[in-house]
């Protein structure tokens, strides 16, 4: 009952309505993000990305959730380093292949030979954070006028509700946890990998030229309006969009989808299967079945363009299981999305991105992979180098002005 009444606020919370209500939010985490590349990049000097992408998508996650700004590189920077050390740490416990006590029930006596102490751990930090951030949205929602970006947020709106639909604090807390751990293990993976590939010496080059032709042809070769655009985000920049898809298709970050448990018995083809069983989706082996998808160990982005050149997404989102599938479906898909598509749209128009002198990523997700036992793909540290495109001065300007004002 509780998951459902959970379920429902999360979705109405995280559907394409409220997400596109909320655009320019997410668009100036980006900028800010962006911001933060241009100031501290270096010419000609190996970078690796992954923490400015973690940052980005907790702040996303953090400003929607409680109205708050985390100073990620300043006086938050121990705080943000703490949650995603710590929700990386729970992704791993969690996975459905570490924890031998799962199997031999036995071991469960005693939790010392276990991952037990290590789970009570991480949960204790976790209280920790989660009792933070949400010490901070009630301070800042303590004015309460119509523009405090506490009270506007997702945890200001669901303490609004009345009647039958409002939450009990639990279940408050619990929505806020999603928040926090959905998107910190996957968005910003995607979002790296995809920069792995544009790194690729020659076809990500040529991924890039098709990228940004097509960005710079749906705006006249006006950058500015490209930049602005962006945000609106119908997708129109087909050739990012199909990048980002096949991204989601070809990496699969958590290759087993989550875990999940029958809870009464059903029929499968002549098979019952009972009540209390554990079932796997095998996300990967979906996303690369050969009946499915033409060459489908090949990073294709063209298998989602249709014959217009245009990315058909309404009819191909259900094509593959990155989101996993059915009731259970990742509701945060479109924020996910969206967050991805502009990113890169944006990031395109900033930089260029080559291979690095070293470091470069390996692309097949498996041989990439640092850690096998854990629930999602934990790639190997990679580097890019990035240049900045040099038709882009008029942006430089506003997007400094934004990374030095948040
Ligand atoms: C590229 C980014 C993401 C990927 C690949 C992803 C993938 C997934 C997958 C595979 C599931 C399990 C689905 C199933 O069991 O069938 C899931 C569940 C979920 N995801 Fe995501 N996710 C992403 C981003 C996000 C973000 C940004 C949020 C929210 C901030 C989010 C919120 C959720 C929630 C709430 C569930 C649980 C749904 C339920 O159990 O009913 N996800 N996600």
Same mark, same amino acid.
């Given at each position: 009952m509780t998951y459902k009444r959970k379920k429902r606020a999360v979705s109405q919370l995280l559907n394409s309505k409220s997400i596109s209500s909320r655009k320019s939010t997410i668009c100036d985490e980006i900028d800010y993000i962006l911001g933060k590349l241009v100031l501290e990049v270096t010419a000609n000097e190996d970078i690796d990305l992954a923490t400015y992408l973690k940052y980005f998508t907790l702040r996303c996650s953090v400003f929607l959730m409680y109205g708050l700004h985390l100073d990620c590189f300043g006086k938050d920077h121990a705080l943000c380093d703490e949650i995603i050390r710590n929700e990386s740490e729970i992704i791993r416990l969690r996975s459905p292949i570490s924890n031998i006590e799962d199997s031999v029930t036995l071991l469960r006596y005693f939790?010392?030979?276990? %991952?037990a102490h290590k789970a009570v751990e991480c949960g204790q930090t976790r209280n920790g954070y989660m009792n933070e951030l949400y010490a901070r949205f009630q301070e800042g929602a303590k004015d309460g006028n119509d523009n405090n970006d506490c009270t506007n947020s997702f945890v200001g709106q669901l303490l609004a509700q009345r009647g039958s639909k409002r939450l009990s604090e639990a279940e408050i807390y619990s929505i806020c946890l999603t928040f926090i751990s959905a998107g910190l293990d996957n968005t910003p993976l995607n979002l790296n990998y995809l920069l792995g590939i544009l790194s690729q010496p020659v076809i990500g080059q040529m991924y890039q030229s098709k990228a940004i032709h097509n960005i710079l042809d749906n705006c006249s070769g006006d950058v500015v309006v490209a930049w602005e655009q962006s *945000? #609106? $985000? !119908?997708? #129109? %920049?087909a050739y990012v969009h199909v990048l980002v898809l096949e991204t989601l298709r070809h990496f699969t970050v958590l290759p087993l989808s989550l875990p999940r448990t029958t809870t009464k018995p059903f029929l499968h083809g002549d098979v019952i299967i009972p009540a209390n069983t554990h079932l796997f989706l095998n996300a990967y082996a979906a996303n690369n079945d050969e009946e499915h998808f033409e060459s489908p160990l090949e990073f294709w982005p063209e298998r989602w363009l249709d014959e217009r050149g245009q990315s058909n997404f309404a009819a191909k989102i259900n094509q593959h299981f990155s989101f996993g599938a059915g009731s259970r479906m990742c509701s945060g898909s479109s924020f996910a999305l969206y967050e991805m598509y502009v990113f890169m749209v944006k990031f395109l128009l900033l930089f260029e991105v080559h291979p690095p002198d070293s470091k470069l990523m390996i692309t097949d997700p498996f041989a990439n !992979? *640092? %850690? *096998?036992? $854990?629930?999602s793909f934990e790639p190997r540290s990679h580097h890019v180098k990035l240049i900045r495109r040099q038709l882009l001065s008029p942006n430089e300007d506003k997007i400094r002005d934004v990374a030095l004002r948040i």
């Open positions: 939790p010392k030979l276990t %991952n *945000g #609106e $985000a !119908n997708f #129109e %920049n !992979n *640092g %850690n *096998g036992r $854990a629930t």
